[in-house]
């Protein structure tokens, strides 16, 4: 079992900068991969980036690409979302996900955090 818990959003101006956190319990966290998606209001859940298990391979959606850097500390089983350059259009709740089956579908994620609000203004 993995439980994880995102922490770090909040309320932005457009051009700041966000770092979530998701915070993972249970040893094996590190034989997982992890992901960051978003779901805006009225709108599916969407992919954001993810990292493999050793954090030496990283996957971006383009609408992240360049802004936002994934990145994983297996000794503390957290999972890191560094978001700079924040658009209005990046305001949506951001869920951290752990995944044996592949990175970037929703369906291939088994774990899920309770999310985290990132508001941005313009």
């Known amino acids: 079992q993995v439980q994880l818990v995102e922490s770090g959003g909040g309320l932005v101006q457009a051009g700041g900068s966000l770092r979530l956190s998701c915070a993972a319990s249970g040893r094996t966290f590190s034989r997982y991969a992890a992901g960051w998606f978003r779901q805006a209001p009225g709108k599916e859940r969407e992919f954001v980036a993810a990292i493999n298990w050793g954090g030496f391979s990283t996957y971006y959606a383009e609408s992240g690409k360049d802004r936002f850097t994934i990145s994983r500390d297996n000794a503390k089983n957290t999972v890191y979302l560094q978001m700079n350059s924040l658009k209005p259009e990046d305001t949506a709740v951001y869920y951290c996900?752990?995944?044996?089956?592949?990175?970037?579908?929703?369906?291939?994620?088994?774990?899920w955090g309770q999310g985290t609000q990132v508001t941005v203004s313009s």
């Open positions: 996900g752990a995944s044996n089956r592949g990175y970037q579908n929703v369906d291939e994620y088994g774990y």
